[in-house]
């Protein structure tokens, strides 16, 4: 669909107007750069196991070896190292040259947005570019990830873990999260379907405090009421005419 022109001078006005912006991006912001939403991955590797399952915490300690053998379906992690960020990235990255003091609140794993140039973002679900072990939390790199199909600590021997945060365990900077877009003048919230607790719950902390919210997604959520406008559609394509018309 996009956004019509009188949404486009809306958003651009809240952007121009905020000193401070957080944004909060979920999967539909890196599909552009080629990167699958996970969900569509369900069932492709498994007609047993369900997601939340086999990217549990709790599979994970039962079945290194076998949650690794799925982790790296679900998520293409030989791909990782190619993809690039997109128009979407490069947007907030510039915003943030611009001298706005943009803060990315993501759920996405996959490491764009700091590739892009934004310097405070907040991995809220972990990133697949590393691996640690659970036994003396030895930090490991990809590139020493991708050469076993099971990896095990360099230090100890034990089955690393990414570092991701997996169903099951707590969100470890969601109080922070929360906080970022209480302090800001615009929450902005991108490509994300607002399904995964306790993200989601973010825009409604911020509408209740009278923050401005702003949502582009391809398609409606349970939330829409809340935002202040929504935008149904690309991301890549809204943050090109708002670039182009700066």
Request: glycine share 10%; proline share 5%; net charge negative.
């Amino acid at each position: 669909m996009g956004a019509t022109e009188q949404q486009l001078q809306y958003l651009r006005q809240l952007v121009d107007g905020a000193n401070r912006i957080a944004v909060l991006t979920g999967a539909g912001m890196s599909t552009e750069s080629g990167i699958p939403d996970f969900r569509s991955a369900n069932g492709l590797w498994s007609k047993d196991m369900s997601l939340a399952e086999a990217i549990s915490i709790d599979y994970f300690r039962r079945d290194p070896a076998g949650f690794w053998r799925v982790f790296r379906d679900i998520f293409r992690i030989k791909l990782v190292g190619g993809y690039q960020p997109n128009a979407g990235h490069r947007y907030l990255a510039a915003l943030e040259a611009d001298g706005k003091e943009v803060t990315i609140l993501t759920q996405n794993i996959d490491g764009l947005h700091g590739r892009a140039g934004n310097r405070r973002v907040l991995e809220l679900h972990g990133t697949l570019l590393t691996a640690s072990c659970p036994d003396c939390r030895a930090p490991h790199g990809l590139d020493y990830v991708q050469q076993h199909e099971l990896p095990l600590c360099r230090r100890c021997g034990a089955a690393l873990k990414p570092d991701v945060v997996l169903y099951g365990e707590a969100v470890p900077l969601i109080d922070v999260a929360f906080q970022a877009a209480l302090n800001a003048d615009l929450l902005l919230v991108m490509g994300s379907s607002l399904e995964v607790s306790p993200v989601n719950l973010i825009p409604v902390e911020a509408a209740q405090a009278g923050i401005p919210c702003a949502l582009i997604n391809y398609t409606p959520t349970r939330f829409d009421a809340l935002f202040d406008l929504c935008v149904q559609g690309g991301i890549g394509e809204t943050c090109g005419r708002l670039s182009a018309a700066s």
